[in-house]
């Protein structure tokens, strides 16, 4: 009789935790539904055929067949589809190299360095944040100028690796932070020194700072464009996104909206790739980031 | 002091300064770039600011004359107080709808990092071009928004939802809010995780109810994170401008012009290159403020904890 009273509750608990769970990935379902449907769309709409881009929108995948009519036309604006990618390359990974190269001395520098106006000099970079670059731009276009590397990819990279430093400096430094000093007392002892002690010791155990400043570098150089709209003057030197700008304007008044899709998902899914790859360590980072 | 001690005193003296070099040379180059593509920017735009600066043609000093004109200038009022309108709506939407995304995936069970993941994927892809993506799902006639809502039969007419004020307004929220939450979720989350689940646990057992514990225990446990998340959306916010310029391009009735839109326009359309500058040191006057006010609060905060 007991026993047969607490199966039932016991029953009743497992039914209702059931409900509840069937009830949270409805939810979650529902909610993923939304983040993920624009990109859905757009990835299938770039494959309708070019007659159908001018067909009603509805329904928005291909029905006729799978056609790369809208990444064709998408290649007849500006130098071509290819070298602008090959653009966009350039500026991410060079942003990427050189960001991690200088944030990740500057860090190791404020955390484990004693100098006069450490402070004054760390809060000026990190000021650097609060500081809207669209404001400086007519000076920096005037600097880069200066410095013969207007329409450069090499003078925007460099404006991009500036924007990135506050950030980067900050996480590397927190980084450094975590690592406890006797790690670095025994590498001492046991001959590494400066750079080496850096690279060798050091480096492995804040990559997952390195990865969380590379990705960000990765993801605002590929995905900025009005520095880039304003630095480069030269149609052949255009970043993706500066070329969208013009697939967005439009021929004669009419917008080719295949071509806006198919550039939307070329600028989209390289994003999405490096982050699902490297997405541990991007949370891991941020998550650190966000406690300090 | 004594000979002694001076001997006594000196190698550790020299380490010190050996290091004070060292730690110079490892943030040189970060500060020569903050120098030079940052710090005389800076300077330079407030020299600017100062002056009569066409595109082409002399310049000339002019004083003050360029502050005196932007207190006079009625668009900039009233770009200054769109601005401060879309901060406030966006960030707390953003809050509205992150923070609950936040609870809704701190625990760890099945799929719960695949959610994480997906509403995180919007964040990753930048504002340009998600404001390309939504200009098209939002277009009248090729899009997906209004088609949809007319062949559910919802509307009988697909909506210019770009064509006016309220809707273009809203859309453009819906899509900031798309793109942000899983952001600021990731930050909220890091704080709801900072709490010792001891305490949650103790304050179940006191027989807290759920909102209580959310209200005397989550919340002041979070004020930090949520402080730092506040700061991010905030700035971000006063500062935007790809979703106007490339969604509505200011419109309808250039009601859509953000701050950093009409210093846009003064510098590089109108091409009052001085003008601009003064406008542009306004604008970090005003986000300079709000970042002291705000980092003043986190201070205290960290002082209370």
Redesign the interface.
């Known amino acids: 009789m007991t026993s047969s009273n607490t199966n039932l509750s016991k029953q009743r608990r497992t039914r209702r935790a059931f409900r509840a769970n069937n009830a949270y990935h409805a939810a979650g379902i529902a909610i993923c539904l939304f983040f993920l449907a624009p990109f859905v769309i757009t990835f299938l709409a770039s494959f309708r055929h070019g007659t159908e881009a001018r067909l009603p929108p509805m329904p928005p995948w291909p029905t006729n067949g799978i056609s790369i009519d809208s990444y064709l036309s998408l290649d007849t604006f500006g130098a071509g589809i290819w070298q602008h990618t090959v653009n966009s390359l350039f500026v991410s990974v060079a942003t990427v190299v050189l960001t991690v190269a200088v944030s990740l001395l500057a860090g190791y520098g404020f955390s484990r360095y004693r100098f006069p106006l450490k402070n004054v000099l760390f809060v000026l970079i990190i000021a650097t944040l609060m500081i809207p670059f669209q404001s400086i731009l007519t000076p920096l276009f005037i600097i880069l100028a200066k410095l013969g590397l207007n329409n450069s990819l090499l003078g925007l990279t460099l404006v991009y690796v500036t924007l990135q430093l506050p950030f980067s400096v900050f996480m590397m430094r927190n980084a450094f932070d975590a690592v406890p000093k006797e790690i670095e007392e025994a590498a001492r002892i046991d001959g590494a020194r400066d750079l080496k002690l850096l690279v060798r010791v050091l480096l492995p155990l804040v990559l997952p700072g390195v990865a969380t400043v590379a990705i960000f570098a990765f993801l605002n150089a590929w995905n900025e464009f009005l520095a880039a709209l304003i630095l480069l003057s030269s149609n052949e030197k255009y970043t993706l996104p500066v070329l969208m700008m013009a697939v967005r304007a439009g021929r004669l008044g009419a917008v080719n909206w295949g071509a806006v899709q198919a550039g939307v998902a070329v600028m989209t899914i390289p994003c999405l790739i490096v982050f699902l790859l490297l997405q541990r360590y991007y949370m891991r980072g941020l998550m650190a980031g966000a406690v300090k | 002091m004594t000979g002694t001690g001076s001997k006594a005193l000196s190698p550790q003296r020299k380490r010190?300064r050996r290091?004070?070099?060292?730690?110079?040379?490892?943030?040189a180059?970060?500060?020569a770039?903050?120098l030079?593509?940052?710090?005389?920017?800076?300077i330079?735009?407030g020299w600017?600011s100062l002056h009569n600066w066409p595109l082409m043609g002399g310049t000339h000093f002019i004083g003050f004359k360029n502050y005196v004109r932007m207190f006079h200038d009625a668009r900039f009022m009233s770009a200054l107080k769109f601005t401060a309108y879309y901060t406030v709506i966006v960030t707390i939407a953003i809050f509205a709808v992150a923070f609950p995304?936040a609870i809704?995936v701190e625990k760890q069970?099945?799929?719960v990092g695949?959610?994480?993941?997906?509403?995180?994927?919007?964040v990753?892809?930048?504002?340009?071009?998600a404001s390309?993506?939504?200009?098209?799902?939002a277009?009248v006639?090729?899009?997906?928004i209004g088609?949809?809502l007319k062949?559910l039969g919802l509307l009988d007419k697909s909506p210019n939802l770009l064509a006016r004020f309220d809707s273009a307004f809203l859309t453009i929220i819906i899509m900031v809010v798309?793109k942000i939450a899983?952001f600021t979720m990731?930050?909220l989350?890091?704080?709801l995780?900072?709490i010792p689940a001891e305490l949650t646990e103790a304050a179940r057992i006191d027989g807290a109810g759920r909102w209580q514990r959310f209200r005397h225990l989550t919340l002041p446990l979070m004020r930090k994170?949520i402080a730092?998340a506040l700061i991010i959306s905030v700035?971000g916010s006063i500062?935007a401008?790809?979703q106007f310029y490339?969604m509505t391009s200011g419109g309808p009735q250039n009601r859509m012009i953000s701050v950093?839109y009409y210093?846009?326009n003064q510098?590089?359309v109108s091409f009052n290159?001085g003008y601009?500058?003064a406008?542009?040191?306004a604008?970090?006057a005003i986000?300079?403020a709000i970042?002291i006010i705000q980092l003043w609060l986190l201070r205290v905060v960290e002082e209370r904890l």
């Open positions: 010190r290091s004070v070099w060292r730690g110079l040379v490892y943030i180059p970060a500060m770039l903050v030079l593509f940052f710090v005389m920017p800076v330079f735009t600017m995304l809704f069970r099945r799929f695949a959610y994480r993941t997906i509403i995180f994927l919007p990753v892809v930048g504002l340009a071009t390309l993506l939504w200009v098209w799902l277009n006639d090729s899009g997906f088609p949809a062949a798309w899983g990731i930050i989350l890091t704080g995780q900072a994170t730092l700035t500062l401008f790809d490339i950093v210093i846009f510098s590089f290159l601009g500058a406008l542009s040191i604008l970090l986000l300079v970042s």
